[in-house]
């Protein structure tokens, strides 16, 4: 690795570990910012692909660093795009018994079917059609994100029964959203059964946690990258 890209990887690398953090009042733990850990792994990314691109008029210093700031503001914009998401869908799904996880730059809304279906129906609930009002609320703000909705069952009778009510689930959900204002455009719908548990199904506990319906929301990147 030639000396200008160990530079900019060592900064973006320290900006990782130092720039990221923050210690959180309460607890006094050190916890990273998905903002600035976004734009750190950014200006790594870019230096190396700014380093390696060109037609040799410019250095390879100033590609790597050219590369760093680009990079850097994309994978900043994101986790900040996506922070302001997750604290809003927080907010509003608030007491609705539907979790909210953050993984990486993603969001997941973890909906169990106790909120939003009866047993053995893939008809919405009219709490379940209440917190997706919220839900779409919140996307329809935040254009720049996929919606990828999956349902999946316990192990209870039939695979092929299991398969298809979670399909007709997910459809459901996507089929809420799109009409309270969601793009259908950003939705993708699919039911993976009782193919990928979460618990064990051999507890009551185990097979209610599978049954869920899981609405993961991705940045698309291309968006940010045009801004």
């Keep these: 690795m030639f000396k200008p890209i160990r530079l900019v990887a060592t900064f973006a690398a320290a900006a990782l570990l130092v ?11 050190t916890q990273r910012s998905k903002t600035g850990t976004g734009a750190a792994i950014g200006a790594a990314v870019g ?6 691109s060109g037609d040799g008029s410019t250095s390879r210093r100033d590609r790597a660093l050219i590369g760093a700031a680009v990079g850097a503001a994309a994978g900043g914009g994101i986790g900040a795009y996506m922070d302001r998401q997750e604290q809003q869908l927080r907010q509003s799904m608030e007491g609705t018994g539907i979790g909210v996880d953050r993984r990486g730059d993603d969001i997941v809304l973890n909906m169990p079917s106790s909120v939003t279906f009866d047993f053995d129906s893939s008809a919405l609930t009219t709490s379940a059609r209440n917190a997706l009002n919220d839900v779409a609320s919140v996307l329809t703000q935040y254009t720049d994100t996929r919606v990828n909705i999956v349902g999946h069952t316990d192990s ?4 092929s029964y299991n398969q298809r009510l979670s399909e007709q689930r997910a459809q459901s959900v996507g089929s809420y959203l799109a009409q309270a ?13 009782e193919s990928q548990p979460v618990a064990s199904n051999d507890t009551e506990q185990g097979r209610a946690q599978n049954r869920r319906v899981e609405i993961t929301l991705s940045p698309i990147e291309s968006q940010f990258q045009q801004q």
């Design 19 to 29: 720039g990221c953090a923050t210690t959180d009042p309460q607890t006094g733990e």
């Design 47 to 52: 230096a190396a692909a700014g380093a390696l």
């Design 156 to 159: 209870t009778g039939d695979a």
């Design 181 to 193: 204002g969601v793009a259908r455009n950003r939705l993708n719908m699919t039911g993976y059964g």
